[in-house]
């Protein structure tokens, strides 16, 4: 073990002195070039299986300035810095170092958002014997899914970063997918009346207030108001909200997260319509604005009655 360790700190020491020093630094596609050429020229140190386990095999063997991201989430004059703070343990651990810098330089992210842990998606390509299929991996925490938003059920070995011309036919096919079912959301959406939104307004995310309110109403306008709250909130468990929320958000939690949605008013409701991604990705238990069950408890407490709650 000390004997692995000081062989991971020799060559980390190697590295940042014939690669990351800044005066030898001249930008994003030699700092590349200079990491990939030291990562090949110790092929037999690090083993062709841990270079194709870190995905070094691929990252340093690509061609730069095709790859190359526009805007690196790198400084490369805090660079040198930044790798002196690492202290790696093993070989394995340079190894992985060396391709998430790799990595960070060459990827494009998506505008879309870890359904799982809310962390940055790269866009990536998944390779097979006969087709190149894009995907997205969250760098936190590696969710995976495929360009419609399904989950990627067994874990993308062959990978390669996405180019920038993968990504424009993403981005168009996307925002294709995302206006045509936001179009059909708020088609949908467009149909709760305005006497609702009133109401929803004056009772200002309050379940308490809303019952005051609700209360004063006739049985017959009570009805109307539970049966649009309910159709206002049964869009927002469809399509696309939940493939955006996908498995890592319950049955329980989605309802109440359409429920809060409509709380909000009209004005926050139809800007999830127009832009589905707004939708939050959870609401705290017990929060006032969660009101579904109101007009049941003053049908049941007014009138005596029993009001169907779906």
């Known amino acids: 073990m000390k004997a692995s360790a000081q062989r991971a700190a020799r060559f980390w020491k190697e590295l940042l002195e014939e690669v ?20 090949i020229g110790h092929t037999q140190d690090f083993g062709a299986e841990l270079l194709e386990e ?13 790859y190359l991201s526009k805007s690196p989430e790198i400084r490369l004059d805090l660079e040198l810095a930044r790798l ?5 343990k093993s070989m394995e651990s ?6 998430e810098t790799l990595l960070d330089m060459v990827t494009v992210w998506s505008a879309r958002d870890c359904p ?27 969710h995976e899914e495929w360009e419609d938003f399904s989950r990627v059920e067994t874990r993308v070995r062959r990978v390669l970063p996405a180019t920038r011309g993968d990504v424009t036919g993403l981005h168009r096919a996307h925002a294709a997918s995302e206006d045509r079912m936001a179009m059909e959301a708020r088609v949908r959406g ?29 049985e017959d306008e009570v009805a109307r108001f539970h049966e649009e709250f309910v159709r206002a909130s049964s ?16 049955e329980d939690t989605l309802m109440d997260i359409a429920y809060w949605v409509v709380a909000q008013g009209r004005e926050f409701y139809e800007g999830v319509l127009e832009h589905p991604n707004r939708i939050p990705r959870h609401v705290k238990g017990g929060d006032p604005a969660v009101m579904h069950h109101v007009a049941v408890e003053v049908f ?6 029993e009001l169907d709650f779906f």
């Open 20 to 39: 990351v020093r800044p005066s030898v630094i001249v930008g994003f596609e030699d700092y590349y070039r200079r990491l990939s050429s030291w990562v």
């Open 54 to 66: 870190s995905g070094l095999a691929v990252l340093a063997r690509l061609d730069p300035s095709r």
């Open 84 to 88: 002196s703070s690492v202290a790696p």
């Open 94 to 99: 340079v190894a992985m170092a060396l391709s």
């Open 116 to 142: 799982n842990c809310g962390g940055p998606m790269r866009i990536m390509v998944a390779l097979s014997d006969d087709a190149r299929r894009l995907f997205l991996r969250c760098r936190d925490c590696s």
């Open 190 to 218: 467009e149909a709760i009346s305005d006497s609702f939104w009133d109401i929803i307004r004056r009772a200002e995310m309050r379940s308490d207030r809303l019952k005051r309110i609700l209360w004063e109403m006739p």
């Open 235 to 250: 869009v927002l468990r469809g399509s696309p909200f939940d493939a955006i929320l996908d498995e890592a958000v319950s």
């Open 300 to 305: 049941d407490e007014r009138f005596g009655k």
